[in-house]
């Protein structure tokens, strides 16, 4: 039963620190998508990538966060430094993609990030 | 940028009931996006429709690009289907999903 994998699944901070969470998107997957869900603002896309080179990532504020893909079964949000809002769950997800575009989208169970 | 507003917010129903949760976004999309989220977290795609109307078990759900309207049916709910039922887009040549507010879902016994 293929899945996507996301570690850590809860992960507890203080303000200044360095965090990196980590994805597995599934098997042949080419496209990975990272995702924030807050209580204020609920689902939204942070970045996305295809054959890992990053397509989008105007969601995600540059001067503190950075998601890369160093290779085909690995994808890496950070923040540095973190900040209390920053405070959500974060979810990868992975899709087969191609020229008319992504397919259905398998999320991972998400990372819980608290930033004291 | 894509505005997507679901109704009902909130829905509370008796087992076996109907159920209709409804969708509507701004601008064309190349495709919408049924979500459910369990208390938990996890999520889990639905559907990903483009026309018409797609259908797995007691779930239906249909679209009307001239409209820009979704709807998602559930028939003989079960408690079971209580969660939280998110629609979400993607278009203009991007595949990264634009998400509605949800719809909080209770079936009860």
């Known amino acids: 039963d293929a899945r996507v994998t996301q570690t850590p699944r809860h992960k507890v901070t203080e303000m200044g620190q360095e965090v990196t969470m980590r994805c597995q998107p599934i098997?042949?997957?080419?496209?990975v998508f990272w995702y924030r869900q807050t209580m204020m603002q609920g689902l939204e896309l942070l970045a996305y990538f295809r054959n890992r080179a990053p397509l989008d990532d105007s969601g995600m504020p540059k001067d503190r966060f950075s998601a890369e893909m160093p290779d085909a079964t690995l994808a890496t949000l950070k923040i540095q430094p973190s900040e209390p809002r920053d405070s959500a769950v974060y979810f990868c997800?992975?899709?087969?993609?191609?020229?008319?575009?992504?397919?259905?989208?398998?999320f991972g169970p998400g990372t819980r990030l608290t930033v004291l | 940028k894509n505005e997507v507003e679901q109704s009902p917010q909130n829905l509370t129903a008796q087992e076996g009931e109907f159920i209709t949760i409804n969708c509507s976004y701004s601008v064309g999309i190349s495709a919408l996006h049924w979500l459910q989220q369990h208390p938990g977290g996890g999520i889990v795609s639905l559907f990903m429709?483009?026309?018409g109307k797609k259908k797995h078990g007691r779930l239906i759900a249909t679209i009307n690009i001239q409209e820009k309207h979704s709807s998602l049916h559930i028939t003989a709910s079960h408690p079971r289907d209580s969660a939280v039922y998110i629609c979400?887009?993607?278009?203009?040549?991007?595949?990264?999903?634009?998400f509605g507010k949800g719809t909080h879902l209770i079936i009860q016994p």
């Open positions: 429709l483009s026309s």
């Open positions: 979400a887009v993607s278009g203009g040549g991007a595949d990264g999903l634009t």
């Open positions: 997800a992975s899709a087969r993609g191609g020229v008319v575009g992504a397919d259905t989208q398998y």
């Open positions: 098997l042949g997957h080419n496209t």
